[in-house]
């Protein structure tokens, strides 16, 4: 299995633009989440989907976030405008809803950085 | 609500030192609990994980972690430690039947040759 998959790897855009980032979790997996680290907040829990549909999303910053899973392949989190505070890692992990174990499994990460 | 404490900030260590990460958790049911690392510049990788069974757990790379349930602890051990073992160390907890993980603020080891 190839993993998670996010794109792109490095983003650098200027501040008011928009910017989709992407995520393909691992097939069979039914959980999908969106995590930021930065130095000074650490990671943190954006959103999560089970089967598809958003479960917390008490973790989205502001209203210039937002996350759809259109089907169980494919995730996106968009920021629309975004703003320099918004430079961060951002990390997709996905899981199983087999068994009980809850082990999340994460992509390589997209770095963000607005101007 | 499930949460994690990471006491350790940041630990400076020589190689062949032992090391041991602390992490507390807060709640009262059953509980699944992980230790996840994350080498600069890279994702976050599982190192061991306890749903049940023997509280001490033995994961990649010499690390284990031993569940004591009266402390809500799950600390992490590594008898000797080395340079390549640098890196930011998370410990994460989930309430059974839920897929939210709580991670804690991470503890960043560095291990000076």
């Known amino acids: 299995d190839a993993g998670v998959i996010q794109s792109p790897r490095h983003e650098v855009t200027e501040m008011g633009q928009e910017v989709t980032l992407r995520c393909k979790p691992i097939?069979?997996?039914?959980?999908l989440f969106w995590y930021r680290q930065t130095m000074m907040r650490g990671l943190e829990l954006l959103i999560y989907f089970n089967n598809n549909v958003p479960i917390d999303d008490s973790g989205m910053p502001e209203d210039r976030f937002s996350a759809k899973m259109p089907n169980a392949s494919f995730s996106t989190l968009k920021i629309q405008p975004s703003e320099p505070r918004d430079s961060a890692v951002y990390f997709c992990?996905?899981?199983?809803?087999?068994?009980?174990?809850?082990?999340?499994?994460f992509g390589p990460g997209t770095r963000l950085t607005v101007l | 609500a499930q949460s994690v404490s990471q006491h350790n900030h940041h630990v400076i260590l020589s190689e062949a030192a032992s090391l041991e990460l602390g992490c507390n958790y807060s709640?009262?049911?059953?509980?699944?609990l992980f230790w996840y690392v994350q080498y600069p510049g890279q994702h976050l990788q599982l190192l061991l994980k306890y749903f049940s069974g023997d509280p001490l757990v033995k994961g990649i790379k010499g690390f284990e972690a031993e569940f004591i349930k009266s402390k809500f602890s799950f600390n992490l051990r590594k008898p000797s430690v080395q340079w390549s073992d640098t890196a930011e160390y998370f410990c994460a907890v989930s309430s059974g039947g839920y897929q939210k993980v709580t991670f804690g603020t991470g503890t960043k080891l560095q291990v000076i040759p």
């Open positions: 992990a996905s899981s199983s809803n087999s068994g009980n174990y809850n082990e999340q499994f």
């Open positions: 097939s069979g997996h039914n959980s």
């Open positions: 709640y009262g049911g059953t509980v699944n």
